[in-house]
């Protein structure tokens, strides 16, 4: 079992940054592909960016590309989310995931480890 536990979210404005941290306990974390996704009111919740186990590979949706920066720090067993230049439609619950799969996965059904999510809302 892994436990996720997400910090760092807030209130910010429009072209600032907010850095998110997934801190994991239990099993070894290094050995999962970790994503974060984000749920806005009314609207479905999407894979954000991902991070293979060894930090080698790395995803990120269309909409963040350039502007949000996936990381993770073995020793700490965490897992980051450096958000810059936020942008009102950024808002949103973001959630941190995590799957034992070996390769980097952007299907939301395989990540089987979920964190209860942080608040980022980006005011205009």
């Known amino acids: 079992q892994v436990q996720l536990v997400e910090s760092g979210g807030g209130l910010v404005q429009a072209g600032g940054s907010l850095r998110l941290s997934c801190a994991a306990s239990g099993r070894t974390f290094s050995r999962y592909t970790t994503g974060w996704f984000r749920q806005a009111p009314g609207k479905e919740r999407e894979l954000v960016a991902a991070i293979s186990w060894s930090g080698g590979s790395t995803y990120y949706a269309d909409s963040v590309k350039g502007r949000f920066t996936i990381s993770r720090d073995i020793p700490k067993n965490t897992v980051y989310l450096q958000m810059n230049s936020l942008k009102p439609e950024d808002t949103a619950v973001y959630y941190c995931?995590?799957?034992?799969?070996?390769?980097?996965?952007?299907?939301?059904?395989?990540?089987?480890?979920w964190g209860q999510g942080t608040q980022v809302t980006v005011s205009s």
């Open positions: 995931a995590a799957t034992g799969g070996v390769v980097l996965t952007t299907m939301q059904s395989e990540y089987n480890y």
